[in-house]
């Protein structure tokens, strides 16, 4: 599996192989719930106010990257952070692709990592490490001073999106690091070209294709194989529709969540597009590299994403693309403005329960949310992090600054889901349904109800723990 496949739209969640066993028989071998004392046992050094976890410097640290979109780089950087505060320490860095394949037999040996970027297409699901006490609890990282003001506390310089999604099994277990932006992107140089402009109603979209079409270029492409990306866009259509209730109602697994009229209705746009031949020829056999290949070389002026997009295909892009995040179109009747998003704290950040360095691990985490840290992050990958005003002062490349635009223009309205994340066995079954869609195989209605039905199967399964929204 392709490394960008990652980043789900709907969250990070469970790998599809583990999921046909049921995801729960997974570190199973070593479920036996978490350590209290930071260090994992092994006696730390004195916790003071700079070192709030009492680190020992003597005490190696292992980390471990998902070295995909957003590459590893600034890892690197973080670590060299991290030295600086523990002179001496020895910090073992591994960027990988297959996180599960790699790490399962870790932590099944008790022996995982201090601290791990858990993501990809091959991740650990996330639902089944919190519920089988894999995880350290994040509290104590949230209370603690921050790097930059020891006055305020971690949680107080953080977005909140930040605090919330890092809620799993009731507690905060995750540190969802990235300030992600999903939309729809274009080319602002072929737009300017063209003397385009991105549509801001349905009915003005439509009308903005068949120009583009007339041009002799694909309107939209999408990641065909993945159909998350633009099974986003479905969810963002029926959002700004109906409400923020309408992905609360999905996230807390509420009956008939999915047949609420916004969600067909953004279901049936697609369809439009679809049956309009707005869609590029083939897209629904194309993975991501092969659609946003065909989008960077202006066969289509839309794909869907997130933010890590423009980083991703810097190395593929012309000289003179400017990818550009804007807002999916409104629909009649939609409660929200057009301004606003999906938006996403991404890429989970973990602390084993069971790592030998655990307060080394906390303080990692500790670093990285440091502004100094968050603006490495973005000057090399481009994207937005959780930590407030880290951006101030960086010059942002077109991508990163669009997003940025719009965090800030949809402000309140802006939404987020978690359902993907937090109930494992949606994840993969969910994705090969928007695929099904946005190839015309099944109809609204069917769309709705076997989300629904794969919803009701999860809430009625006596492993799931619900849980509800703010």
Known sequence: MNDVSRRTFLQRAAVGTLLATGGSTLLSACASGSDDSPSGGGGGAEKTATNPFGVKAADP????????????????AHEELYKKKYAGVAIKHTGITDITPQLQPRFNGGNPPDVIDNSGAQLLPMSTLATTGQLSDLTELFDAPSIDDPN????????????????????????????????????????ADHGWEPAKTWSDFITLCGEIKKAGIAPLTHQGKFGNYIGAIVLDLAVKHGGHDVIKAIDELQPDAWKH??????????????????????????????????????????????????????LVAPKDFQTTATFTPLLDGAKLPVDCTHIAAGENFIVPAKAKNKAGGLEYLRVMLSKEAAGKFTGLTGSPTVVKGSTEGITLTPGAASSAALITSGGANNWTTYFASWYSTMDQPSRSI????????????????????LADDTAKDPKTKKQTRS
């Open 261 to 314: 009229p916004s969600i067909k209705l953004g279901a049936e746009a697609l369809l439009e597009l679809k049956g309009k031949g707005f869609i590029m020829p083939g897209t629904e056999g194309l993975d991501h590299i092969q659609s946003q290949t065909a989008w960077n070389q202006r066969k289509a002026a839309f794909i869907p994403s997130g933010s890590w997009l423009e980083n991703e295909q810097k």
């Open 152 to 191: 305020k506390k971690v949680r107080d310089t953080l977005e909140p999106i930040a605090l919330e999604a890092a809620q799993l099994d009731g507690k905060p277990q995750v540190l969802e690091y990235v300030l992600t932006v999903y939309a729809l992107w274009y080319d602002k140089k072929l737009f």
């Open 61 to 76: 640290l292992d980390v471990v990257i998902f070295k995909g979109g957003y590459g590893d780089d600034y890892a690197k």
């Open 434 to 453: 928007y695929a099904e869609l946005a190839a015309a195989r099944i109809t609204a209605d069917e769309f709705c109800n076997r989300m629904q039905k």
